[in-house]
């Protein structure tokens, strides 16, 4: 089968071969001081198995490969700090530049719409690169290799397609805020002009709460991290990283930072690359038949050192030595509900598919109810908002898709010492990061995982400013506020905010709640306000008192179900089914934290949400009048350069509707429907099977990075030219001229 031997390793140090260097296939070994009785039992386990690729005399399965030093750590806390302050003072002189430069070369003025909206005039280049960089949380490189590393190739998959169809479908919302409400700066300012203060207070709430939630796991993920590869002091670094974050988000306002984003993507991209193309494609030296060989380099010895694993007995975290050692050995997802076969390598696993469905909706949560993704469609040229969504959500897929594949697999395979908690904590990537490439590994990892950080902890900043700014602070204290009011009171919120990001992350790291707890919970706090956000731009029959019954009767019905399913788990979080005569009746942060709690909340939150909007709507509709929705805003400043006449053209946005309906509503169809169910007859994965998975992953991932790394530059071409001929003074001209403020839809 050609994917097979596209991944089969050719170097001169196999992990096994017939008559070449080192390990041979059919040969038993003692490496590490393992008894010759240890290994025959090994060799014939592989026999049974046959594997062909993979000899697995050639490890010592009793004795994990540490990953980190006798302290714990693989760098100094000093050259921690180092990077977390240094990378900060870079990425605030960048933004800086970047406001220089405007200002500079094409008269933009910092003004408070300037700062909020970027004058409505990103393209769809960068559009997609800032979707990708704030969309690309801490748990995105962290939280989906922990599921892969628990329930095996379904869980990054479910990470992936599940938090990449509410890109896509939020391409919808982004261009008919371009067709009803062009001057809107916050989806809150849409929701007092449609449904009144109540409404608009209840949503300012969840607003926050979501703002909140996302602020929290992007410290927590970076906490863990920082603290376990460097030594860094997680509650000292609770407060660093927030300040580090605000300080670049002061500087260059919403669109310096998506410049400064567009670089914190290709970064991610680039290590991504590197990351997925060594575990595939790269072999390490393993001449010495005396050591265990720790190197993979082939989709086919991953495949056969994941089958082995699998039938070894089990020792995962319990027994006199096994905490100790991190030993993860068995069939996946001990403790739960096994996949078929016990394989990591199938899409036949129902625990799996339960994290589909909480992460689907916990992440139309943090999607349509955070202001920063109104915002990046708002600052979208209108012509660019749904491309720019579809692009950037496509290429956000294969982040978790390939690299937690790859990551989460690599850490099994090879039997890194990776304990639960670590794994709850986001510590499975750094773990093979470092396998891999020693401290050169721990420092990618750690400069993926600040990009992450900042990225969308500045859009977390300059959304909450936002929301402050115009829904508090003009709406309610001062309604005459002017733009300098504004650009005033929105650099205080991002002041304040990051305070309470580095309070409210202290309080959880205190409390022992991980990544994945509050990656799972999410979806009952907020998800009851999407189907009132969704119905906000797209149904005109949804009342207020629908709109609010919605919210709070969901997530009230989340709350409900949440806590009844809790009581009836294992007081220490495992399922009865599965551990028959445990105690239960206890609600626990182990117990809220279960798979089966959070799946009942988090369906109860939507459900529950939509069904009450949709009955409201039913028997009380509101009929409303989309005429009147742009009527209803006010600009500070007329600050709407860089946009051309035909932009808002009735005829150019249906088209545009059309186009985003069909390639978003589609392809969000495909990746959660149909892709999952064209893998329910492969059943357990063949070698070549996954063999070709691989293949589409590296593929996604190289298209992927070259066409996010390459557009925004490309459509660019013109803006950088004309900047590098003023600089070599030969006075170009811009092709591009201020276009009149849209018309009122």
Known sequence: FPYTTLFRSKSKSMSCGYGTPGFQCDQIYTVDDVTLARATEWYNLGKKLGLTEFNPTSVNWDAPVPWKGAGSQILTSGEGYGMLIGFGIGLTLLTLFFSIMESKFFNVAVTSEQFNTAGRSVKAGLTASVIVSQWTWAATLLQSSNVAWRFGITGPFWYASGATIQILLFGILAIEIKRRAPTA???????????????????????????????????????????????????????????????????????????????????????????????????????????????????????????FMTSLPVRVGSGDDNVTLGLHQGPANLGGELNRQGTYLTMMSIDGFKFGVINIIGNFGTVFVDQSYWQSAIAAKPAAAHKGYLMGGMVWFTIPFALATAMGLTSVALGLPVTGTESGKGLVPAAVATHIFGPSGSWMIAIMLFMAIVSTGSAESIAVSSLVSYDIYRKYMNPKATGADILRVSRVAIVAWGGIMGFLSYILLELDIGIGWVYQFMGNAIGSAVPPLWFLLTWNKLPAAGAILGAWGGLGIAMALWMIVASMQCTDGAQPANTPGCPTGEINLDTLGTLNANLAGNLGALCGSTLICFIMGTIAPQNYDWAKMDEGLQMVEEDMSGLDEDDYSPEELLEAKSWIYFWGGGLSFFLVVIWPLLSIPAGVFTQEYFAFWVFVALAWAFVATAVIVAYPIIESADDISFIINSIRGKNPVRKSAKAPAPEKA
């Open 185 to 307: 700066h916050t989806f809150l300012e849409i929701i007092k002009v449609r449904w009144g203060t109540v409404a608009h207070i209840v949503f300012l709430c969840f607003g926050l709460l979501a703002n909140l939630i996302v602020s929290a796991m992007l410290l927590l993920g970076g906490c863990a991290t920082y603290s376990a590869v460097a030594g860094v002091n997680v509650q000292a670094s609770s407060f660093v990283i927030p300040l580090l974050t605000l300080v670049y988000t002061l500087v260059g306002g919403l669109k310096a930072t998506f410049l400064a984003g567009y670089i914190h993507t290709c970064v991610i991209m680039v290590i991504l690359v590197i990351f997925v193309t060594s575990v595939y494609g790269i072999e390490f030296d393993c001449s010495d038949t005396t050591k265990s060989c720790v190197s993979l380099g082939s989709a086919s010895v991953v495949y056969e050192r994941l089958q």
